[in-house]
């Protein structure tokens, strides 16, 4: 297995155990490979949740530009509610389980066919 592999089943695990989900592997690897580069690094690789600018970037760049949604309150509500549901305690909120969070939340499960 590859590096992407190991991160792949990580965050399938995060899935299961954090956030109670059964994860759609096909999509979640769609995802990751969406995620580019950014998994790769320590930094990018996770979401501030306690940042604001972060959140913003999560809202202008995946929401609205990768997934196509018009912006309105609604997006950012979504966010706090995959934040919600990963847990505020977990310190680590990993880029690519709130992306395929949000993804199936939206029902834009296409973006990726």
């Given at each position: 297995?590859?590096?992407?592999?190991?991160?792949?089943?990580?965050?399938?695990?995060?899935?299961?155990a954090?956030?109670?989900?059964?994860?759609?592997?096909?999509?979640?690897?769609?995802?990751?490979?969406?995620?580019?580069?950014?998994?790769?690094?320590?930094?990018?690789?996770?979401?501030?949740?306690?940042?604001?600018?972060?959140?913003?970037?999560?809202?202008?760049?995946?929401?609205?530009?990768?997934?196509?949604?018009?912006?309105?309150?609604?997006?950012?509500?979504?966010?706090?509610?995959?934040?919600?549901?990963?847990?505020?305690?977990?310190?680590n909120?990993?880029?690519?389980?709130?992306?395929?969070?949000?993804?199936?939340?939206?029902?834009?499960?296409?973006?990726?066919?």
């Amino acid at each position: 297995m590859g590096k992407r592999d190991d991160l792949i089943a990580k965050y399938a695990d995060d899935l299961k155990a954090k956030c109670k989900m059964t994860p759609d592997l096909d999509l979640l690897s769609k995802v990751v490979i969406g995620c580019g580069p950014a998994i790769y690094s320590a930094d990018s690789e996770t979401v501030a949740a306690s940042q604001s600018a972060e959140l913003e970037l999560v809202r202008k760049n995946f929401l609205v530009k990768k997934l196509g949604l018009k912006d309105g309150p609604e997006l950012m509500a979504a966010i706090n509610a995959v934040m919600e549901t990963y847990g505020k305690s977990e310190r680590n909120k990993y880029r690519a389980v709130v992306y395929y969070m949000l993804t199936k939340h939206f029902g834009k499960e296409s973006v990726y066919k």
